[in-house]
């Protein structure tokens, strides 16, 4: 089994205090089984405070304060269990994040998500083309299933649309759409962000940026810079994509690529593309019935 990850993966790291959108605000914070035994073996005044401030409720996870903060993020942005206890002592949720994995019979790939600015700042300013780097081997050699092969061909395919520096960003776009039959809904944007409201929504902020959306006269299909637009579509393409492994659609979430692609460059001219991508992820890919209800737009024409 391999682990794969994108060639800008090894340049993350977290920005701690110098978070403006702290991952200790706003998320539920379960704790695996592992850390919470581990958890329960401390004592003295951290001990004392993780028995305080973990509900035991379904799965055991922290009890945010009023303003859905970690009850250990402080006031100077740490958190008080690293602080105290080492990084090894972070649930897997916390240790993970913002990373994302998606599982193939032969292989791992771990991304890191644009829901964190530091991931945000990185991938869009990335200068290098997206490839796909192994970084672990165990030397088992599983053979990949058929849709597998498919599925990788396909992004294979995409990857390299996405990156054919002879067309502008928006002949990439549409040849994507053409090349992979997707059925992209003509909406206008106020269309588009009165779907979006329909939505799960997680952070009142998005509010604003949907009113921007529905006020605008098209949808941004250029970008003034193409490299972070491309870096922006094939972050999409490698995110989405192998969701088709679930309902064999690849059209769809070729789709979503171009259709989130199109939203946040819009949504730019509102807060620069850093923010809005921020913000777009947040809201959109770490909810799977948003997902699903925009996967189910782009089946139905």
């Avoid at 972050?235 to 979503?256: E, Q």
Wanted: proline share 3%; net charge negative; with cysteine.
């Amino acid at each position: 089994m391999k682990t794969v990850v994108p060639n800008y993966y090894d340049k993350f790291s977290c920005i701690a205090s110098a978070c403006k959108h702290s991952c200790c605000k706003g998320w539920e914070i379960d704790i695996d089984e592992e850390t919470y035994d581990l958890y329960k073996s401390f004592d003295g005044e951290i001990g004392d405070r993780l028995k305080r401030c973990i509900s035991l409720d379904d799965t055991p996870h922290f009890v945010l304060e009023e303003d859905e903060r970690c009850p250990f993020l402080n006031e100077n942005g740490l958190c008080d269990i690293i602080i105290s206890c080492g990084e090894n002592a972070l649930c897997n949720i916390c240790a993970d994040h913002p990373r994302f994995r998606n599982f193939f019979s032969d292989r791992t790939e771990i991304g890191l998500g644009l829901c964190c600015e530091a991931a945000a700042k990185l991938i869009l300013g990335f200068d290098k083309p997206f490839s796909l780097v192994v970084i672990e081997d165990d030397g088992d050699t599983s053979e990949p299933y058929e849709d597998e092969v498919v599925l990788t061909e396909a992004f294979e395919k995409a990857i390299a649309v996405a990156q054919d520096k002879s067309l502008s960003f928006a002949d990439r776009c549409e040849k994507l759409i053409d090349d992979f039959a997707v059925s992209l809904p003509f909406c206008s944007p106020f269309e588009w962000a009165r779907f979006y409201r329909s939505l799960e929504r997680l952070d009142s902020q998005w509010d604003s940026y949907l009113k921007y959306l529905e006020e605008c006269d098209n949808l941004n299909v250029n970008y003034h810079d193409e490299q972070a637009a491309e870096n922006l579509l094939c972050y999409f393409l490698f995110r989405h994509m192998s969701a088709a492994l679930d309902d064999g659609d690849i059209a769809s979430k070729v789709g979503f690529a171009v259709l989130s692609c199109r939203i946040v460059l819009t949504l730019s001219g509102f807060s620069g593309i850093e923010e809005s991508v921020r913000m777009y992820s947040s809201e959109i890919e770490y909810s799977d019935e948003n997902l699903d209800k925009i996967y189910k737009v782009l089946l139905k024409v």
